[in-house]
C-alpha cells in the first residue's frame, strides 16, 4: 500500500456501542466485549495515526475508564471529541489527549449532526480553548463549511478545525458539487488563518474521492464506516482499505 500524508483518525465509538448494548449494566464483568483497547490496537496496527472517542455526557457509549485506558496504553495518538461541559473540561485536563476537538451535543441524536456554532460561543468556547491549550493539548473546532465559523475558530485560539461532512456524505450529484464548493471555500480560508484543516463525518471509500477537490486536508476523523466494513473484512482490512484510497489525495 502506498504511503499518505493525509492522516486517518479512527473512531472507535461504535464498538463499544456494541459492547453496551449488552454489557452497559457489566462493564467489569470479563465477558464485557468487545474490548475498546483491543479495538484500538489493532486500528493502530493497521495504520492508524490517531484514535478518536467522544466522551459524551450521558455516556452513552464511550466511558471514563475508557479514555484513561486509552491515554496510558496506545501507541499513537488519543483524539478527545467533547461537548462544552466543566464535567468532561475537567476530565480532559486530567487525561490531557493530544487533541481534543468540540462538538456539540444533543441527547436525541444517534452521532453527532451538524458543527458546532463558534460564532455564537465565542466566549465560553474561549476559555475551554486556553484551558487546555496550556495543558498541552490541541484544541480543533468541529465547524461546519461556514466561513464565519472558520474566521471565529481563528480567533478564539483554536488550532485546527475539522470541516462537518456530513452534508457532503449525504448529498449527490449537483448538490454534493456545491457542498465540496463550501469545503474548498472553508479549507481556503482556514489555511490562510494558519488552522490546521481536518475533516470528519459520514465519509467512506466510496466518497472519499469527492472530496479530494478540498485542499490542505491534513487528517481524516472516520468511524462509523470503518466499524461497519470490519464487520466483514475485519478491523485490520477496514483500516487498510481506508489508508489506500486516502493514498490518492493530493493536498
Known amino acids: 500500500m502506498p504511503p499518505t500524508n493525509l492522516l486517518l483518525g479512527v473512531n472507535i465509538d461504535h464498538v463499544v456501542t456494541l459492547r ?4 452497559r449494566a457489566m462493564l467489569e464483568s470479563p465477558n464485557a466485549e468487545p474490548y475498546v483497547l483491543a479495538a484500538a490496537q489493532v486500528a493502530e496496527e493497521a495504520g492508524a495515526h490517531s484514535i478518536t472517542v467522544h466522551l459524551r455526557a450521558d455516556r452513552r457509549h464511550i466511558q471514563d475508564a475508557d479514555v484513561h485506558l486509552l491515554r496510558k496504553s496506545i501507541r499513537t495518538k488519543l483524539n478527545l471529541e467533547m461537548g462544552n461541559t466543566q464535567e468532561i473540561l475537567n476530565i480532559a485536563l486530567q487525561v490531557r489527549p493530544d487533541f481534543v476537538c468540540m462538538v456539540p451535543e444533543n441527547r436525541e441524536e444517534v452521532t453527532t449532526e451538524g458543527g458546532l456554532d463558534v460564532a ?3 466566549e465560553a468556547l474561549r476559555s475551554t480553548v486556553k484551558a487546555l491549550s496550556d495543558n498541552g493539548t490541541r484544541v480543533s473546532m468541529f465547524i461546519d463549511p461556514d466561513l464565519d465559523q472558520v474566521r471565529a475558530s481563528a480567533e478564539i485560539g483554536a488550532a485546527m478545525i475539522e470541516l462537518h461532512t456530513g452534508t457532503f456524505a449525504n448529498h449527490f450529484g449537483a448538490a454534493r458539487a456545491a457542498e465540496v464548493e463550501r469545503l474548498c471555500a472553508a479549507a481556503e480560508l482556514g489555511h490562510a488563518l494558519g488552522l490546521q484543516i481536518n475533516a470528519g463525518h459520514g465519509l467512506s471509500t466510496q466518497n472519499l474521492p469527492d472530496l479530494w477537490a478540498v485542499p490542505h486536508l491534513a487528517e481524516l476523523n472516520i468511524g462509523h464506516h470503518i466499524v461497519s466494513r470490519s ?6 482490512g477496514a483500516v487498510r482499505e ?6 490518492s489525495y493530493k493536498s
Open 120 to 122: 455564537g460561543q465565542r
Open 231 to 236: 464487520v466483514f473484512i475485519g478491523l485490520h
Open 242 to 247: 481506508m489508508l489506500a484510497v486516502m493514498a
Open 20 to 23: 453496551q448494548a449488552r454489557y
